[in-house]
Nanobody, 124 residues
């Protein structure tokens, strides 16, 4: 069974940091790209970051460039999202998903599995 499980969310003050994890199981991890998405209350889901299956390409939404960093530990089948200099507008539920190809606009093709999400709340 394909599973993606996010963790690491929480409440943090503006300017603080969090590291989200996306633990994958049930499939060959390094055959897939992994993307991070978020959905704030009352807003549509948006792409945040994406890492290719070869780990040689990463993509970021303009709103998080320079503050967030995506990485992967294939030995642990886990993708991380390091979030620094957090802002109240980063408040959202963060999801990870697997797919085939990352796009430069932080889209992810062939997305067929999603985690249940982890909540990030940034207080001002």
């Amino acid at each position: 069974e394909v599973q993606l499980v996010e963790s690491g969310g929480g409440l943090v003050q503006a300017g603080g940091s969090l590291r989200l994890s996306c633990a994958a199981s049930g499939f060959t991890f390094d055959d897939f790209a992994i993307g991070w998405f978020r959905q704030a209350p009352g807003k549509e889901r948006e792409g945040v970051s994406c890492i290719s299956e070869s780990l040689d390409s990463t993509y970021y939404a303009d709103s998080v460039k320079g503050r967030f960093a995506i990485s992967s530990d294939n030995a642990k089948n886990t993708v991380y999202l390091q979030m620094d200099s957090l802002k109240p507008e980063d408040t959202a539920v963060y999801f990870c998903a697997r797919g085939w190809v990352c796009y430069s606009d932080v889209g992810l093709s062939g997305t067929d599995s999603w985690g249940k999400g982890t909540l990030v709340v940034v207080s001002s």
